[in-house]
């Protein structure tokens, strides 16, 4: 009999439920989630307060939210940006998570929060955002959560980190040096490669990878041996746009797809994708 090939790696839209449904989910996913939802709900719907949002999650856990960065904290706990069901579903109880532009630790948070007994490595090279990941890091007494003060980059030294000008967190910060504007700063940073942090901070193996580094991804990613993918199970990127060539959402994908893994597109700038042949050691 005819051995039958596999399918190859597929590239292929997100689908979602219904408009109406995702609003609903949203809301339950608050209420359902956090002890003082109602609290969300009146800083979201206008009342005049310019202190940082202490959101208590129903399992325990204690979450600093700015004002500047209540989007990204909903965009992450409510509409899940980095976790769509079919990647849930391969995720195991006590998954090995690397966070490459943690920015406040919403995403390492997060992943406490389903996964109580995961273990985070966050890296975020902003001091502004790094000192309220430290707190929420704090906060949350003494889970297996690791933070890193560093930059990801495709070698391993300094780099000039380009952010707004002033002071404050900030979701737009990126080692890309090309376009900078006007009313920008730079902050010298210490770079490590995601080679040698899988090899040396988690044993070699990851099973959600999430990448937000303002369109540094490429640079991580297409330097990364081809031998490290095996042991990535799942990848959560936010894909910006730089060019039309090489590095934009859509190359990303069939790069990933090449490497055997399965890459669902959402409707924004978020890819994820599914280790077809993942292998926990070789």
């Not at 943690?102 to 997060?110: Q, V, Y």
């Not at 901070?201 to 991580?220: A, H, P, R, T």
Request: some cysteine; aromatic content about 10%; proline content about 8%.
């Amino acid at each position: 009999m005819a051995v039958r090939e596999p399918n190859p790696a597929s590239v292929r839209p997100l689908r979602y439920p219904p408009r109406f449904w995702r609003c609903l989910s949203r809301y339950g996913f608050l209420v359902a989630g956090f002890s003082n939802w109602a609290g969300f709900l009146a800083r979201k719907w206008g009342r005049a307060d310019a202190s940082p949002l202490r959101m208590t999650t129903r399992n325990g856990l204690t979450i600093v939210v700015p004002i500047p960065l209540l989007f990204p904290f909903k965009d992450i706990f409510l509409h899940r940006a980095y976790a769509p069901p079919e990647l849930l579903a391969v995720l195991p109880e006590r998954p090995v998570v690397v966070d490459l532009g943690a920015n406040a630790g919403f995403f390492s948070l997060f992943a406490l929060h389903i996964r109580p007994g995961a273990r985070c490595i966050s890296f975020e090279p902003l001091p502004d955002n790094f000192g309220i990941l430290e707190e929420n890091r704090r906060l949350q007494g003494p889970r297996d959560w690791r933070t890193f003060n560093q930059a990801v980059s495709a070698t391993a030294g300094t780099a000039t980190l380009v952010c707004p000008e002033g002071t404050g967190p900030s979701t737009v910060s990126t080692l890309r040096t090309d376009g900078v504007q006007a009313h920008t700063r730079t902050v010298e940073v210490r770079t490590r490669t995601l080679d040698e942090i899988l090899e040396t901070e988690v044993g070699g193996s990851c099973d959600w990878l999430k990448i937000d580094v303002e369109g540094f991804e490429y640079e991580i990613l297409y330097t990364l041996p081809p031998r490290r993918f095996r042991r990535i199970r799942t990848l959560a990127i936010e894909a910006d746009r730089v060019d039309a060539s090489r590095n934009n959402r859509e190359a990303l994908a069939r790069f990933l797809a090449s490497m055997d893994f399965d890459v669902l597109l959402a409707d924004d700038a978020v890819l994820y994708a599914l280790n077809r042949s993942y292998q926990p050691g070789f």
